[in-house]
């Protein structure tokens, strides 16, 4: 290690040599300090984190966090994580060193969060504040796997947030004819067929945006799944779906299958590979809110499609296994979970049943 000053400028400049966790010799050297206690104490951040001590602080830690994560998770994955723990976990905690994060650090962060309140003064959801919290137990149980942190503070602090939220907001069957038939669509052919593929085949935002001709089997009446699109850096990537479940081919009726034939007519030129809705989410963003400003229908995500066909089909007696197959969900339980509020009608139903046998 060596810090030495530059007698033209007056800055301090630090360089060193160290052998990190893996056994890699690094050679650093880091000008334009303005003291010589910064150089020493960026000497001493340097060192913890190239040997991998619990003694480095968050933000270090994070670095290498992602360095591992990046070679294991997808693009999108990564930038999804990258952004929440960036906006609402490191400005917390990136001074403090790893193993000095005590229960009641993360109490107070907690607190911090549930308390925030927007413009209109709405706080944070509670799907929003358990989501946040799983990302931080989860930088935590990966520093006692593989850095020897004696123990993961998050577990004593407790949770945060709900894993559904008390509400869920989706279109009834008429509510999606009012939306889908209003004047907004009638000269957006687009907009049309992508929001009668959301609705009837119940497929992620992600799936649309990947679908090309050559996933539509007209014949049979089916759309097969095995790709996901996201706009990631302003660029396009194609990855696998979520989950290998997500991997699957859906039955569409008849009504789907006209629609979307319809829409490749028009499309001149479209190869088999081709996306056949070549936009973003934020296009889907924009159109769903016009079209419910048009329509007078009330306002839902896109994403909560994806419940109002998981709300048709609870509506029209299918199983819970079905559903899962449909959507994509890796368990049964995940639908059960997510959907075991919209059945309690059909346990009448059930009654009734056997009271006429």
């Not at 966790?21 to 020493?40: M, N, P, S, Y």
């Not at 039955?251 to 809705?277: A, G, H, T, V, W």
Request: charged share 30%; proline share 4%.
């Amino acid at each position: 290690m060596s810090v030495t000053k530059d007698g033209k400028t007056g800055r301090w400049m630090s360089q060193l040599r160290v052998t990190d966790w893996t056994g890699q010799v690094i050679h650093k050297k880091k000008r334009g300090f303005a003291t010589k206690r910064e150089a020493l104490e960026w000497e001493h951040e340097f060192i913890q984190q190239a040997n991998g001590s619990i003694g480095m602080t968050f933000s270090d830690f994070i670095k290498l966090y992602f360095e591992d994560m990046e070679k294991r998770l997808k693009p999108s994955t990564i930038a999804n994580k990258r952004w929440l723990i960036d906006l609402k976990v490191t400005p917390f905690f990136e001074k403090k060193a790893l193993n000095e994060i005590k229960p009641t650090d993360i109490r107070r962060w907690q607190n911090t969060l549930k308390s925030y309140r927007d413009e209109d003064g709405n706080p944070h959801s509670e799907t929003y504040l358990k989501s946040i919290n799983n990302q931080l137990t989860a930088i935590f149980n990966y520093a006692v796997r593989y850095y020897g942190l004696k123990e993961n503070p998050c577990h004593k602090a407790g949770g945060m947030g709900k894993k559904t939220a008390d509400e869920m907001l989706f279109w009834t069957k008429d509510e999606f004819k009012q939306f889908i038939s209003s004047e907004y669509f009638e000269n957006k052919p687009v907009s049309r067929t992508i929001f009668m593929t959301l609705y009837y085949s119940g497929i992620r935002e992600g799936e649309l945006l990947a679908l090309t001709p050559a996933d539509i089997n007209f014949e049979k009446k089916e759309i097969r799944i095995n790709k996901s699109y996201q706009r990631l850096g302003g660029k396009d990537v194609v990855t696998s779906p979520k989950t290998p479940k997500s991997i699957r081919t859906i039955p569409i009726p008849e009504k789907l299958s006209e629609c979307l034939k319809e829409y490749l007519q028009m499309c001149y030129e479209y190869k088999p590979d081709d996306r056949l809705f070549p936009y973003t989410k934020s296009y889907l963003y924009h159109e769903i809110e016009s079209g419910c400003k048009s329509s007078g229908v009330k306002k839902i995500r896109i994403h909560d499609i994806r419940h109002s066909h998981a709300s048709l089909l609870i509506e029209m007696g299918c199983s819970p296994l079905l559903i899962a197959e449909r959507l994509g969900h890796e368990k049964v339980q995940t639908t059960l979970d997510t959907y075991s509020h919209l059945y309690p009608n059909k346990q009448i139903e059930v009654a009734k049943k056997l009271d006429d046998m």
